[in-house]
């Protein structure tokens, strides 16, 4: 889909279970935290800022990638593989003389990660690992002359 179109496809993938195990591959949207509005664990999904939506949720775009999961018991122990990248995108302002350089990554073949889950009925918790690219961008100024030239948007490697 191109960028700010609602009429794109957000979610397209083949889903294989086979009792405590499943496998999905495609373009899916993952929610990798747990909480309400906005997960500091969520790693993987990216998001279109521009979608004026009632929902959060509703902003996550679907990522190329393989996730496989077990389920024992309480347990649930997903991880995801992304050999392509997508960026989050933002609306940045547009100010008279300047342009934004943006580099965003096509290949990501090192990028994902797992978790782990335990929903009871008194409560539940989880502890995730994620590697890849990071989804939002992130801004770098050229510190001689931060006023002058074009601001570059990167995606750096971060393990979190």
Known sequence: GVAGDDSAVREAFFNYKNGPLQVRFGEQVISWGRV???SPTDNVSAKNYRRLVPSDAEQNLGVPSARPSATL???TLPAVWEPLFRATEIPLPSVAG???DEHVPQRTLNSGGFKMNEVG???S???SFF???VKRPKL???SEHPLQGTPKLNHPQASI
Do not use: C, K, L
């Open 36 to 38: 309400d509005v906005v």
């Open 73 to 75: 018991q309480h347990f």
């Open 98 to 100: 300047i342009r934004y």
């Open 121 to 123: 009925e008194t409560g």
């Open 125 to 127: 918790w989880s502890a």
């Open 131 to 133: 590697r890849g690219r």
């Open 140 to 142: 770098a100024v050229n």
